[in-house]
């Protein structure tokens, strides 16, 4: 059997697996990330909401942890903007306004703004986002907020064939890759945003556009850009996935992607090591700690066992006692008891127990 | 919010000859079963259709072998109605056959005395070795000791409902939704008119007729204290699981005495496992527990081993509305007869034009709206003979439509649109060819089209909806592993873009909707589902329902 060794294994590529990695990497360490693939913030817009930021405000290490994660998301190429101290209004998916603290940079500017003058720009055949829907639901929203602002639709046509119905994956696939599509699109909105100070769009402008890039991009219209979260494929969230692994293999994070972690080796209290469900024969990496963050699926590694964690984010079993010494869990693991499971915890767990695998020196494998 | 024959004009109160209170199976056959006599008739419910222990059974038409050693006349009437059902409604049932499994773990005597019982009730059955057993249905526990052969089937309750409304408004009977019966008019000593409320918009309206029939299933008795007399009810909870694969072939049934999680049904893309029996209140306010669901799992993985790591999509329970009479009252809800009861309030309690139906079972639907309607006619002093077992609900679509249908769409997807929509496929198919874009599949685990979708929506469909909750009563939108996330809100936009809905209306009635669908998932407590449920979180934000915790749910 193959035999891999590290300082810490991190098993979950959600917000806090990555993040996990992330600190572990930064320190030095010999890092691997197992996971079947993109935890489910991907889904979403993954900004981090005033509300969430509020629950998990309450402890000391929130402020440090956010920074982490703004740091290695500038780094990786989809910086962050705001910061947990403020909140503005952003739109929903459903056409609401959510209070929002941080979010990546291209979701930030569509908040209302009394006087600007906004176009919602959709697209043709893009049945999952629908401009005349968001426009009526965001004036209205504004005037409940007392910002005043209203919203205008317009839509583009491409003429490029892009399937029916078109996706917004599919239209970012193409803006990452053909510079002539881009051209197209560009001008296209560019018409549709004439008289207009600023445009919405659904998240389409790619999953591997940098932030230069976009900046580049609401140059050559000539207005602010900003986009709304759709139904996925979400963009906005994937895009933040696909910077941050990317950045993770760059610094060195070794990457398993497409198995499970089905088994934790534990000798005395201690993991020595997982073993990962690749097909034909399993796979072994040893480390010296690990980070747990497979999410609420029943896919946790450690199996029926598992009752929750302590205060050291280490793992319990159902009498209480802890179960691995050198093995941390984050994010919402099944039994968790924390209501919420929203961004914020995820980065305040992934980067707690990133910390604490980094600096424990469990068995000696390696 | 009227359909079919347009209001009665003239002194603006609406008059029928005879209204029904309950839109669930017997109450949607009842309607057709009297405007097939040509009587004027009304059906009001007070939600959506087949809302009540209907739309929250197996959906399961028994061939009468479930109650073949206990209930022979139940049996045989199971027996005769499914055959029945499957000649008239060809289109709601999907006609798999099952199988009565022995286990070693079971009574070898209840076995044997099956087939006598089988044989007596006239249920059609051949035995099957272990092996033979085995080869039919290869996911069966390795332990079976043989089996038996029944016509079971799987019927789509929301269909088998629609379509009897649908042919009832064509004969000139007429129904609504959303309309519940506040109170019921009596001058001497006889019913003259019932006043109801419309749900949605509170306004309240009267109507004059000659006679009343309480159809209302677990809410019969309180539809009789309106009249101030007793239709006594036995409420007896079941819980169905979900399943999200189609582990059988057949309906398998566990040959023993009836008990909890021995039946699984393939529904669809799915199957669905049950049920349990535990007494409640009333119809309203159920819950399930952890504790509830793992033995139903439990005893399900006896029958299919494996089965209790299967994905559980929604976890659902329904109220077996039993008729209890007072002697009745020590039994317990599986040893109250399933056979049902019809209650004539003039002779048991003088208050004249008066009947309830209570009891029963969605298989003897049909019989007992036949029942029912035998007495009404007589009441009325009307001679009409039932027709209801010799008329197709729906005429068969023509060669050429289903032709048209199958140059628009794959095979499967024309092939359940045509099942769903009868005649009216010709209308979705016109508007596809108009505008190709309408060939996008919205649901992708049930086949609904946007072109469909849009049919359902808008004012030409014979059964409008209210909410989103309700296309998915017409078409099983949402009924997949994504559970309305995503179709659920396609549906929203295609209700705001066929201007049935403002902006704000449509974004209320998903959210109305995904906290029902998530309602449905909260008794799931472990399993991949519950990464659906926080992809729906991240998706849709901290304002949607999320937990783990047992609720209260009523939807279905």
């Given at each position: ?366 | ?301 006896e029958m299919i081993p494996g089965l209790v790591d299967a994905r559980i999509l929604r976890i659902f329970c329904g109220v077996r509305p039993l008729y209890a009479p007072r002697t009745a009252e020590a039994a317990k809800g599986r040893e109250i007869s399933r056979g049902f009861a019809l209650l004539d309030h003039e002779t048991r309690d003088g208050v004249g034009g008066f009947v309830s139906i209570v009891g029963g079972k969605l298989t003897t639907y049909r019989l007992m709206a036949a029942e029912v309607c035998d007495c009404v006619v007589g009441k009325l002093g009307i001679i009409a003979e039932c027709a209801t077992d010799k008329t197709p609900l729906r005429p068969a679509i023509d060669r050429k439509t289903h032709q048209r249908a199958l140059h628009l769409l794959p095979h499967p997807v024309a092939d359940k649109m045509e099942r769903r929509l009868g005649l009216a496929t010709v209308r979705v198919i016109e508007t596809i060819e108009a505008r190709p874009e309408l060939a996008e ?116």
């Open positions: 059997m193959e035999t891999n060794r590290y300082d810490v294994v991190v098993v979950g590529a959600g917000l806090s697996g990555l993040v996990a990695a992330g600190v572990a990497a930064h320190r030095k360490l010999k890092v691997a990330l197992v996971a079947t693939g993109a935890g489910s913030f991907v889904t979403g817009p993954a900004w981090l909401t005033a509300r969430e930021i509020r629950q998990a405000s309450t402890t000391a290490d929130l402020g440090e942890a956010i920074d982490f994660f703004c740091e290695i998301a500038t780094l990786a190429g989809c910086p962050y903007t705001g910061d947990i101290t403020t909140a503005r209004f952003l739109p929903s998916i459903l056409g609401d306004f959510h209070s929002v603290a941080l979010t990546p940079l291209t979701l930030w500017n569509a908040e209302p703004r009394k006087g600007v003058t906004t176009a919602i720009v959709g697209i043709r055949g893009l049945s999952s986002f629908d401009e005349n829907f968001m426009a009526e639901r965001l004036t209205e929203q504004a005037r409940l907020i007392a910002s005043g602002c209203a919203y205008t639709a317009r839509q583009i046509s491409l003429s490029r064939n892009m399937g029916v119905p078109v996706t917004t994956l599919r239209v970012a696939q193409c803006f990452d890759r053909d510079p002539v599509f881009r051209e197209e699109l560009t001008s296209a909105l560019r018409a549709a945003a004439s008289g207009f100070e600023r445009i919405l769009i659904p998240g389409i402008l790619g999953l591997e556009t940098s932030a230069e890039q976009i900046a580049q991009f609401e140059r050559e219209l000539g207005c602010q850009v900003s986009e709304i979260p759709t139904l996925p494929p979400s963009i906005p969230g994937l895009r933040v996935y696909h910077h941050l692994e990317s950045y993770l293999h760059k610094i060195g994070v070794e990457l398993y992607r497409g198995f499970p972690a089905n088994k934790v080796e534990i000798q005395d209290g201690l993991c020595m090591g997982l073993q990962i469900a690749s097909p034909g024969h399993p796979l072994n990496l040893r480390c010296r700690s690990a980070v747990l963050a497979t999410g609420r699926s029943s896919t946790n590694p450690l199996g029926l066992e598992y009752a929750g964690c302590d205060q050291q984010m280490r793992p319990l079993n159902s009498t209480g006692s802890v179960i691995t010494r050198n093995l941390f869990v984050a994010g919402p693991l099944p039994h968790s008891s924390d209501g919420d499971h929203g961004n914020a915890m995820r980065i305040l767990t992934g980067y707690r127990a990133g910390s604490l695998a980094a600096s424990t020196r469990g068995n000696h494998a390696a | 919010m009227w359909c079919g024959r347009a209001q009665l004009e003239g002194h603006g109160m609406e008059a029928a000859q005879v209204v029904i209170i309950g839109g669930g199976a017997t109450g949607a056959g009842i309607l057709w079963d009297l405007s097939l006599r040509g009587i004027s008739a009304t059906l009001l419910e007070q939600g959506d259709i087949a809302n009540g222990a209907t739309g929250r059974c197996h959906g399961l038409l028994h061939s009468g072998g479930r109650y073949a050693v206990k209930d022979t006349d139940t049996a045989r009437e199971c027996a005769a109605e499914s055959n029945i059902i499957k000649a008239i409604a060809p289109h709601c049932v999907d006609d798999v056959g099952g199988l009565f499994v022995q286990f070693a773990q079971d009574d070898p005597a209840f076995f044997d005395q099956w087939q006598r019982a089988a044989e007596a009730a006239g249920i059609r059955s051949r035995r099957l070795s272990a092996d033979e057993a085995r080869e039919l249905e290869p996911s069966l526990a390795a332990n079976i000791l043989g089996a038996f052969t029944c016509p079971d089937a799987h019927v789509d309750v929301f269909r088998l409902v629609l379509a009897n409304l649908e042919a009832a408004v064509a004969r000139g009977g007429r129904f609504k939704t959303y309309s519940k019966v506040t109170s019921i008019h009596t001058a001497n000593g006889h019913v003259r008119g019932v006043r109801y409320r419309n749900a949605l918009s509170g306004e309240e309206h009267e109507i004059s007729c000659e006679m009343v029939i309480n159809a209302a299933g677990g809410w019969a008795q309180s539809i009789a204290e309106l009249a101030g007399v007793e239709a006594p009810i036995y409420c007896d909870k079941g819980t169905l699981l979900v399943l999200n694969h189609r582990l059988n072939r057949r309906v398998i049934n566990r040959c023993r005495q009836p008990g909890d999680a021995d039946i699984l049904v393939p529904a669809g893309p799915t199957c669905i496992l049950g049920t349990s029996s535990i007494r409640v209140p009333g119809p309203e306010g159920l819950s399930v527990s952890p504790e509830e669901v793992d033995r139903l799992l439990r005893l399900g993985d599949l919205v649901c992708e685990c049930e086949l609904v089209t946007r072109g469909e979708l849009e049919y359902v929506l808008g004012g030409s469909a014979p059964a409008p909806v209210f909410a989103i909750s309700d296309v998915s009563r017409r078409t099983r939108l949402g009924f997949g592993p994504c559970q309305g996330t995503f179709c659920g809100y396609k549906a929203m936009l295609a209700g705001y873009q066929t201007h049935r809905w403002t902006a704000a209306e449509a974004a209320n009635r998903f959210s109305a909707y995904l906290h029902e669908r998530s309602r449905g998932q909260s008794f799931i407590h472990k399993g991949r589902q519950l990464e659906q449920l926080e992809l729906n979180h991240d998706l849709y934000g901290a304002e949607q329902p999320f937990c783990a915790k047992p609720g209260v749910q009523d939807g279905n």
